[in-house]
Structure formats: C-alpha cells, structure tokens
C-alpha cells in the first residue's frame, strides 16, 4: 500500500532552520501534486505548502511565504520543506500529503498522507 513517510522533525530554538523529507513508496510519485500540512492540537490540519507534479507550480501559506521552501526530486520519491526562521507558532505536526487531481490546499481533498513529524521550536 502507498506510503508517505515524513523524516526531520525534532526540536529548534526560536529562529532556527529545519528541513523536512517526505519519502513516497508504493505511489507513481511523479504524477502526483504534493503538499505539506501542519496541525497543532484542537485544531484544523491547516496548509502550509502545495508543488505540482512537475516542480513549476508552488503555493504558500501567507504565514510561510519567504521562509519556507518546498521542493521535490522526482527520482528520489521524495519532496522536502525547507523551513527557516522558525518562530514558536510553527509548533505542530507536520504531515505531507499527496493529491493526483491538482495541486491544492485543502486537506480535505489529499488522496495520502503520511503520518506526521512533530516540530517544537522554543521560544
């Protein structure tokens, strides 16, 4: 079965970088858009960022733009979020999902998803 395996959480001090991997297996990665989401507890999974299949269509959350990155490597099955400047509110886990229709940001509509990587930056 189709697996999204999320890799590079862990603990950051306010202002710190991190960089986030999300390994797919058992999925035609290539045809597939990919997004990351973020989800703290009581609340909504909430999108973060969004790449199209072939890497030239990528969107932010307003509160991300200019300090996260996404990416992906299409040989390797692999997409990635580079996060800088951490600040405290970034705290969350943090899933990637995978969706065959279109690139988007509404969780609801994700077709996979991995099972998450907590991020704790301190303040």
């Known amino acids: 079965q189709v697996q999204l395996v999320e890799s590079g959480g862990g603990l950051v001090q306010n202002g710190g970088s991190l960089r986030l991997s999300c390994a797919a297996s058992k999925l035609t990665f290539s045809i597939y858009h990919m997004g990351w989401f973020r989800q703290t507890p009581g609340k909504e999974r909430s999108f973060v ?20 990155t996404i990416s992906r490597d299409n040989a390797k099955n692999t997409v990635y979020l580079e996060m800088n400047s951490l600040k405290p509110e970034a705290t969350a886990i943090y899933y990637c999902a995978a969706r065959l229709e279109a690139i988007g940001s509404d969780y609801e509509t994700m077709n996979y998803w991995g099972q998450g990587t907590q991020i704790t930056v301190s303040s």
Do not use: L, N, Q
Request: glycine share 16%.
């Open 49 to 68: 960022a969004a790449i199209s299949r072939s890497g030239g269509t990528i969107t932010y959350a307003d509160d991300v733009k200019g300090r996260f």
